[in-house]
């Protein structure tokens, strides 16, 4: 892999980790770690490889480059005693800097190839998650469609064992009238004809009936209003989960479908929607205090 260019920045890092690496004591890497001018922070970093005392390093921020230099040299001089040894040094040095260079090569190809590994690990991690997510949402949604295709089947039930029970008292009542005129043709035999008891029409068997017809035009409602609400909601992937969540509690808590579908729109926020409920409802006792005290006057008025 060919050496990408560095900022100054990434090379004072990189030349930290060395320093850290070298075992250079922190009271020195804080000093290389100021915000200084690039030259001078450059000949401090040298000084500070070469194991120059941390007091004269302090002071060296502040100084010109030319006794930045001097200092260093001096320094040099006073340890290695003659110029044999001094460019021995230097070509230590040299090498030492060389080799660190390589090192803080090879240092930024592997922390790159670091990074990336854990970039690709993190973007995988993250489409398991999304997938994850998703699959998790699915069952849900199914979870609960299941929930009111049963709800729907129990009340079918219950309508199917009600209509029965009518069947069975209807039955009875046509068993009971039909006794009732049987009994009434043998007593006018024998009672004069006004004692006769005169038998109404079998007006419960009619209004029973009636009833049966309306339970189940409304339960036929009923269910045409669930699969509106499924097919609205439930099955649209506009709404988000929590949206869902809360257009089932409304129908939980007995409110019509139709005033919740009034309320179901993608473009509306949870919060947006109950408090429109909420609104409506406030409107709704308004609206029945009125006719109340409408009604209350004209009764008083009619009272005196």
């Known amino acids: 892999m060919e050496a990408q260019a560095i900022t100054e920045v990434e090379i004072k890092e990189q030349q930290l980790v060395i320093a850290q690496w070298m075992q250079v004591p922190e009271e020195i890497i804080g000093i290389l770690n100021q915000e200084l001018p690039w030259r001078i922070r450059e ?3 040298l000084c500070a490889l070469d194991q120059m005392p941390a007091e004269i390093l302090e002071k060296m921020p502040t ?3 030319e006794k930045i230099q001097r200092e260093r040299m001096e320094f040099l001089q006073k340890k290695f005693q003659d110029i044999d040894l001094l460019e021995r ?8 800097l060389e080799i660190l260079a390589a090192n803080s090569e090879r240092l930024t190809t592997v922390v790159q190839d670091g990074l990336e590994k854990v970039l690709q690990d ?8 999304k997938q994850k997510s998703e699959q998790l949402l699915q069952e849900k949604r199914e979870f609960q469609l299941q929930q009111m295709k049963q709800r729907l089947t129990k009340e079918q039930e219950n309508r199917q064992s009600a209509e029965g029970n009518a069947r069975i008292l209807s039955e009875k009542a046509d068993t009971y009238h039909r006794e009732l005129l049987q009994f009434q ?6 009672v004069p004809k006004e004692t006769i008891p005169t038998v109404e029409p079998e007006k419960g068997y009619w209004k029973n009936r009636r009833y049966q017809k309306m339970a189940k035009e409304q339960e036929e409602q009923r269910k045409k209003e669930m699969e509106t609400f499924i097919k609205e909601v439930m099955d649209n992937s506009e709404f988000t989960e ?3 969540d809360y257009l089932l ?4 808590r007995g409110d019509k479908v139709e005033d919740v579908l009034y309320l179901a729109k993608p473009s509306l926020s949870v919060e947006h929607m109950e408090r429109m409920r909420k609104m409506e409802q406030k409107r709704r006792m308004e609206a029945t205090s009125q006719k109340t005290q409408k009604k209350r006057y004209f009764w008083e008025r009619e009272k005196h």
Do not use: F, G, H, I
């Open 43 to 45: 000949w401090v970093y």
């Open 63 to 65: 100084w010109e480059l």
């Open 89 to 96: 040094a230097m070509k230590e040095n040299q090498d030492r």
């Open 122 to 129: 993190l973007t995988k991690e993250k489409e398991e998650l």
């Open 185 to 190: 043709k043998a007593e006018k035999r024998q």
């Open 242 to 244: 929590e949206q869902s």
């Open 249 to 252: 509690t409304c129908l939980e």
